[in-house]
């Protein structure tokens, strides 16, 4: 039995896993950073212990100040939250090796989960589709031009341990082939240390559809139906939905049974996410699997009336599911945005700062999810979001015409906002349809960054 | 901290025009009359329906506003007890004072009425009544011929079966375009009121607002008991024209009922609301009913 936790993160998320522990009676202990001593995390927990200083990599990130602060606390788990040491595996490991409970699955399917060559490997064992490309590593160049002539144009280097762009090559076509591996694998082993690429079909106009796992140690899985997540801007998902309005029930069913498949296939024991990538044609491919709880794991909550977090903290205790597949139902349409405090009119660049005022919608099937309040600082050091804004409606369009009129209300002073930009996407005939593809994001921010009323009082 | 919410309503107006989402123009709706009603006395307003319901009186200063004859009908006797007589009569229309066919014509239409009393037998607390009431609305509650004769056939139709009689008045006096055949009916109704009275049967006037001139100088006055509205007017000629004949001015509540109490030329002001329990009370102690049996 968890009878006291500490929550390895901050901001909303933290507030929230909180929230849960405090119905559960499990007692709270929050981190924090020295820049983050008045933050409400800190506030809300019944202990909070300092654990370093602002930077992540010396507290939120800062594994042995975090596990002395659990044990020394008397704690007996630790939740990590999403980001940080989320999907850690050395983490998740120190933390069973010092005897507690890690809310989250075993460190060896974060390892392996985490590691894309391995993770293809598995779905491929288990076959679910993947990104056609190659498997393992490409080392020379016939390799890759072999490869290449089977998945066809366009197509994509990556480097194998990197994330965020770099070492990534796009190429459209043969001839621009040899020179963009040698520049992904010069780009791979400078950033990276480690010269591994790895080449997969590029596709574009596609959607971003993910699957919530939950499973527990005892080999029961479930899904909690899908989301929407293609509303991205530079990969960053902004707007979620829950569920996916473009897909048909045959491929809603497809979709659900490979995640529930994939996920069984590696013996996955805690709440998790399966992304797919869909294309024109409708087809899904096994993108990534997160092995953590998610940012807009709200909006499942809001359509399957399940606290996520609640099914996670049972189930790292051992607990089995507390129903089956067949037991859950979707019931309307869920939406969240992100609101983050960033500035549209300079290339959505962070702005930090103080909340000189704010005031937050209310109403029937209004959600949201927080750790600012009036007078709080968003330091600079961490990510930018202010609040989840989530809401429900019967119909998607509903939902849709609920979230305008919660935008309309949210006023946020002090900081600059994306909340404008929401609106008017909220407004997109795009949008509306629920057709769009993971470009729209871009294409619609060209396009507002021509219009003089968008500029003009935003 | 208004102006940001000002701020954001008028960036919200700016983002509606550029997505072009259409903005309704609302034309101002009208509010029907027949909901409000606003007191001729005090000019409070009050809904109609909750005025209705207080029996027309209102319900801020508690002014007696005028009932019509159907209205009081159904205030004043047992449910479903009125069964009207004569109400097929119309005025002669060889009546040819100029407009006055016309003016019937109209005065019948908006109040749905043949004439301006309505007359008949009903219950009263179970009590068998003769009664009649007048109605102001149709031209002022003027007695012309036919007013004359349905009062004096009721009159008589109470002395025929041994009737009390109850008659509502409310009228502006002999109607003047019948001229010498309405003041005719002055006599007439007197003369049938004697009959009443001589038969030893029981009468009671409920004046209300207003009763005067040629009614209230015939058989308005001659009932037993002469009840009141509180300050309805009754009097016989107007106030400006006795002032001018006498070259004297006259007390402020002159023709009130108040001040008809107070001369005994009035028995009991009753509040509309207690009017039926006191008719009923009043009937039941002509025919030797004691104060304790009526108690009961």
């Given amino acids: 039995m968890i009878k006291k936790m500490l929550i390895a993160n901050r901001g909303e998320i933290a507030v929230r896993i909180m929230r849960t522990c405090k119905e559960m009676n499990i007692t709270t202990v929050a981190i924090y950073s020295s820049a983050d001593e008045e933050s409400y995390h800190v506030k809300f927990a019944d202990e909070a212990i300092c654990v370093g200083d602002a930077h992540a990599s010396s507290s939120y990130l800062h594994m042995n100040n975090i596990i002395m602060a659990a044990l020394n606390s008397g704690c007996d788990a630790i939740h990590p939250g999403f980001g940080f040491l989320s999907e850690n595996a050395i983490f998740a490991s120190l933390v069973e090796q010092v005897g507690l409970i890690f809310v989250g699955p075993s460190a060896h399917l974060i390892e392996l989960m985490g590691n894309k060559v391995k993770a293809k490997q598995a779905m491929i064992d288990a076959r679910i589709p993947i990104i056609p490309g190659s498997v393992g590593a490409v080392t020379d160049l016939s390799e890759c031009q072999r490869i290449a002539s089977q998945i066809g144009y366009p197509l994509i280097i990556k480097a194998a341990a990197g994330g965020g762009g770099k070492g990534m090559r796009l190429v459209h076509e043969q001839s621009e082939l040899d020179q963009a591996f040698q520049a992904a694998k010069q780009e791979a082993l400078a950033s990276f240390g480690s010269a591994e690429v790895y080449v997969e079909r590029y596709f574009t106009q596609t959607k971003h559809v993910e699957v919530q796992i939950i499973a527990d140690k005892h080999g029961h899985v479930v899904h909690l139906f899908e989301r929407d997540c293609s509303f991205q801007r530079r990969h960053q998902k902004v707007i979620e939905e829950a569920p996916c309005f473009a897909l048909t029930q045959t491929q809603r069913k497809k979709i659900l049974n490979d995640a529930v498949k994939a996920a069984k296939a590696v013996g996955y024991d805690s709440v998790g996410t399966i992304e797919f990538l869909m294309d024109t044609s409708g087809q899904t491919y096994f993108m990534e699997m997160n092995t953590r709880i998610q940012v807009e794991h709200p909006v499942t909550e809001m359509i399957t009336g399940i606290d996520i977090i609640k099914i996670m903290i049972l189930c790292a205790q051992g607990k089995p599911l507390p129903f089956t597949q067949r037991d859950i139902t979707m019931k309307g349409y869920s939406i969240e945005c992100r609101i983050n405090a960033e500035n549209i009119r300079s290339n959505f660049a962070p702005s930090p700062g103080t909340i000189a005022f704010m005031h937050v919608p209310f109403g029937p099937h209004v959600r949201i999810e927080t750790a600012m309040y009036q007078g709080a600082t968003i330091p600079p050091y961490y990510d930018s979001m202010i609040l989840k804004l989530i809401v429900w409606g019967q119909t998607r369009l509903e939902a849709i015409k609920r979230m305008r009129g919660a935008l309309e209300e949210l006023l946020i002073e002090g900081v600059h906002t994306n909340i404008e930009f929401h609106y008017l996407v909220l407004h997109q005939k795009e949008f509306i349809e629920g057709r769009y593809t993971t470009d729209y994001a871009s294409v619609l921010i060209k396009e507002l960054n021509t219009v003089e009323e968008f500029i003009r009082t935003t | ?296």
């Avoid at chain 2, 209102?58 to 009081?72: F, I, P, T």
């Avoid at chain 2, 004043?76 to 004569?86: A, N």
């Avoid at chain 2, 003769?130 to 009062?151: P, R, T």
């Avoid at chain 2, 007017?233 to 107070?262: C, D, M, N, W, Y």
């Fill in chain 2, 1 to 296: 901290m208004k102006n940001l919410f000002e701020q954001r309503k008028k960036q919200i107006s700016g983002f509606k025009t550029l997505l072009n989402v259409s903005k309704h123009l609302f034309a101002k709706k009208e509010m029907p009359n027949d909901v409000i009603h606003v007191c001729a006395t005090c000019h409070k307003a009050s809904t109609l329906e909750h005025f209705q319901r207080n029996l027309r009186v209102c319900v801020h200063c508690d002014a007696h506003e005028r009932v019509s004859a159907k209205d009081r009908l159904h205030m004043s006797v047992d449910e479903g007890s009125f069964k009207p007589l004569w109400n097929q009569l119309t005025t002669s229309t060889k009546l040819d004072f100029p407009d006055y066919q016309k003016k019937l014509k109209e005065a019948r239409q908006s109040t749905q009425l043949n004439e301006a009393v309505l007359v008949g037998e009903a219950t009263l607390d179970q009590h068998p009544i003769a009664i009649g009431v007048m109605d102001a609305n149709f031209m002022m509650g003027s007695m012309g011929s036919l007013v004359g004769e349905l009062i004096t056939r009721l009159i008589e139709h109470a002395c025929e079966h041994r009737y009390p009689l109850i008659l509502y008045v409310a009228s502006g006096g002999a109607r003047m375009q019948e001229g010498i055949i309405s003041l005719m009916q002055m006599a007439k109704t007197t003369q049938a009121m004697k009959k009443h009275h001589d038969l030893n049967l029981f009468s009671i006037m409920v004046l209300t607002h207003p009763t005067t001139g040629g009614v209230s100088a015939s058989f308005a006055m001659l009932g037993d008991l002469t009840l009141s509205e509180p300050s309805a007017l009754i009097g016989f000629a107007g106030k400006r024209v006795i002032e001018k004949t006498i070259q004297q001015s006259l007390p402020s509540h002159f023709q009130s009922a108040e001040f008809g109490l107070e001369q005994g030329f009035i028995d009991m002001i009753i509040h509309r609301h207690e009017m039926k329990s006191t008719l009923a009370y009043l009937l039941l102690w002509s025919k030797g009913g004691t104060h304790e049996t009526i108690r009961v």
